[in-house]
DNA sequence: AATGAATGAGTTTTCATTCAT
DNA sequence: TATGAATGAAAACTCATTCAT
C-alpha cells in the first residue's frame, strides 16, 4: 500500500527517490538484483504502487510509462507483460483503489450506533478518508475526465454498488423514524452532496486557498473544515 | 461527417465535426471548409473558443495543439504567435472563463430581495452556472491538478477575489440578524460546500452515473440535483 | 470468438481462435486451453503446424514468435529450446514442406501413361497442390524474399534437386519421340512457366481479384484457372 | 540468426550512398540544408523513392521508417506529415508504382500492327518491364501477402481497370478473326498466365536457382527466359 | 521438456515547437 | 497576421530472446 506521503497538489517537485534513469550515462554499477529472484508478484505489486502515485500525481495523460517503472525498479516492459498496456495499467490501479475503499467502508460498523452517531460517523469517514488519500481523490477525479470508460470495463463494477449509499439510506430512515431526522431525504443525493463538499475542497485546494488568501492544506484548516461539513450535515438534517 | 476523402489515418478523431487535417491532404485540392459567413471574430477569438473546448474535455496534458488549430480553423502556428505556447493559451482561456463567471457574479443584483431570496438565488446561480459551463468546472479542476499556477502568473488574479463570497457573506448576515437563518455559519466554507456540491455532481458525473446506475446527464436527473441542494442548503440554515 | 474473458488489450488478434495470451492473463485463473484428445503430437510438431501457419500469413518478419507459441499452446521458450531461435524454426518449416511436396512428387506414377496422359497429370498435379497448399506458396515466396538463405544453408538442398523437372524432360521426350507433342521445349524452362502459372494465380490473388473484380478463390474460379492452364499447356504443346 | 542480409534479387550490400545514422555519435557537421528550402515537393518525391526501394526490399514489416527517412535524406517525421503513418507511405508507393506502369501500358500502341506483332510486343513489354522493375514485382508481391488491403482504399483502383487485359483481349479477337490464333482463349486468364510466367521467374529466382544450380539473373538466362515465354506464348496461340 | 517472468534493443508514433516565407 | 513544411525530443509500444527454476 502506498505510504503516507503522497500528496496529489502537494506539489510538482520533479521528484524524490526515483532511481537514476536507465540512460546510456547510468551505465556502471549492477545495482538492482538486490530483490531476491522468482519476485513475480512483488513486481506487480511494486508497479502498481508506482503507477498509483504516478497517475495520481500527472493524470492518465502527463503519467510517464517510463517513470512509473523506474519508480518500481522494474523493467519497462514489464508493464506490458503484466497489464498489456498504459490503460490496462490505469484501470488496475483505478481497481485496486476502489477496492480499497470498500473495504473501508464495509469496515465501518454502524448497526450498534444511534442515527446521530451512525450519521456523524459517515461523515467523518468520508472526510478523513478523502484527506487521506489525495491518490483516491486525484484518480477519481482524472477518470471522470477520461469519461469513466477505465471502470466501465472493469469487473470491479460490480462490487461498485458499494454499501455506502445503503449505509446511508438506512441511517437516514432510522433517524427519521426515530424522529431525530427530517424525512424525505433522498440518500443518493444525499450522498453526493457529502461526498461533494469533502471531495472539492481538496480537488479545487489550490483555487480555493488563492480565493481565500490562506492555505487551505494547513492542520487547522483541514480541522475546520472537517467540524463543518459535520455542522452543515446535521444541521440540515434537523427535523 | 468526415468530409470527402475516404478513410484514411485522419479517422478516429475524437470529436464530431473538425474541420479536415493540417497536414496536407492525402492529396487532392486544398479545399479549407469556408469559414461560416459572419464570421468576422478574430483567429484569435476563434482559438480561445476551440482551446476552451479541447482544453476542458482532455486536459493541458490531454488537449492536442494541433486539434485546437484544426478545431479553430487556424494554422497551428497562429497559436504560437498569439499566446506564446501551450501554456500561454492554457492560462488565456482560464483567463477568459474567470472573467465570465465575475461578470455573471455581478449581475446578481441580491440587495432588494429578502435573505431567504437572496439565498435561494444564489444556489441556483450556482448550479446553474456550473451546469451550463461544464467547461468551466473542468478547466478549473484541471487547473488545480496543476497546482494552480497557470492562475498565479495571471494578472487576473487580482480581479479573483470575486466578490461572490461576500454576497454571501451579507446574505448570511442579514439572514441571521433578521431571524430568519441560524448564525454562526462561516461564510467561506458554506461556499466551499454550496460550490462543491455542485461541483463534484458534475466532474464525477461518469463514476456517479455507474455508481447509481442511471444517467445524472438527463434533465431530470439534473432538475432534481438541483432541487436537493437548495432543499440541503435551506435546511442547514434554519435557525 | 476470443474466449469469455471481457474485451482486453489481447483483442485484435489477426485471427480464430487461438488460446489466450502467454502473458499473465489479467488475473484470473490460469485456465489453459485444453489440448483437444487425442493430441499425443509432441509440442515440437504442434509448433511447426503454427509456425507453418504464421510464417505463411506474415512472412518471416511479419510472423510473431509470441503467437507461434500461442497458436501451438505451448511455451514460448520452447521455439528456442527446439529451434534455436526464430529463424531457425523458419527453416525447419521450410524443410518440412519441401519434404512434404518431395514425397508428392514421388507418388505420381507417370511411367505407365502415355505422354498426353502424363502432362496432363503433371499440370494438374502442380495446380492442385499448389491450391491445396497455400502455404507452400507464401513460404516459397516468402524464403525467396530473404534470398533462399535458409534453404541454402540447410541440409535440405541436397534433396532439392528434385524429380519432377525429371519427370517433365521425359515426357516432353516421350512425346515428341511419339510426335504428340512439339519438340525443342526446355523443360527447365516448361517447368518454370507451369509452376509460374499456378503460383503467380495464388500468390497474387487479392490484387488480380481487385483487377477483375471478382473473387478468384471462389470454387468456380479455381475450376476455371486449372482448365485453361491445361488448356495453354497442351495447346502449346501441340507439334 | 539472420544471415548477412536479406536482399531480394537486387542483391544484398549492406547498402550504397545512405547517410551516416543520425544517433548521438554523428553529431558535428551539419551537412545537409544543400537543399533549398521550401523544397515541399521534393522532399515527398524523395520519401516515395526511398520508400519505395525500402519496401522493395524488406516488405512492409521488414522497412524500417527511420531508414526509409533517412535515404531520403529528410526528418523522419516527415513521414508522419506527409503520409500519416508507415502504412500511408506504403499505400502512396504503391499508387505510384501502379501510375507508372498503367502510364507503360498506355504507350503500347498496338493498333496498327499485325495481331502477331501485337501479342509478341505485348509478351515482350510483360517480360521487359517485370525484369527492369524488380520494386514493382516485390512490392506487388508483398501487398498480396497483406491481403491487398493497401490498394483496396486507395482510388487509384479506380484506374485500376487496367487498358492491358483490354489490349490482350483485342488482340486475341482480331487475331482469331483473321484465323492467325485458335480462338476460344480467355484474355483474362490469358493475362495471368502471361504475367505469371514472367513474375514467378523473378519473385523466385532464388530456389529456382538452386533448383537448376544456375544463376538465373545472369543475362544469357533471362534472354532464354524471355524467349522461351514468347515461344511457348505463341505456339499455344496457333490456331 | 517445460514454464512464467523478465529484459534490452529497437520501432513506430506523438507532439510541441520552430523555420522560412 | 498567416501559412505549409520541417524538426528534435520524447513517448508508448514491440519483439526476439534469455533467466531461473
Redesign the interface.
Known sequence: MMPSSPP??T??LPDENLPPPAGPAAKPVRRRRARTVGDSESSRTRLLAAAKEEFSR?????ARVDLIARRADVNKQLIY?????K??LYAAVLEEIYRDIRLRERELDLGALKPEEAMRRLVEFTFDYVAANPAFV?L??????H??VH???S?V?AD???PF?GMIAETLARGAEKGVF?PG??P???Y??L???????F???????????KDLRAPAALK??RT??LD??M????P
Do not use: C, K, P
Open positions: 496529489t497538489w506539489d510538482g500527472f493524470g492518465l495523460m502527463g507483460y503484466h497489464f498489456g498496456d490503460d490496462g486525484a477519481l477525479t482524472d477518470e471522470n475526465v469519461g469513466g471502470l466501465q470495463n469487473q463494477l461498485l454498488r458499494s449509499v427530517r431525504v433522498d443518493a443525493q444525499f453526493i452532496s461526498a461533494g463538499m469533502s471531495f472539492f475542497y480537488t479545487n485546494i489550490h483555487t480555493l486557498s488563492a480565493l481565500f488568501a475546520r473544515r463543518h461539513i452543515i450535515i444541521a440540515s438534517l434537523r
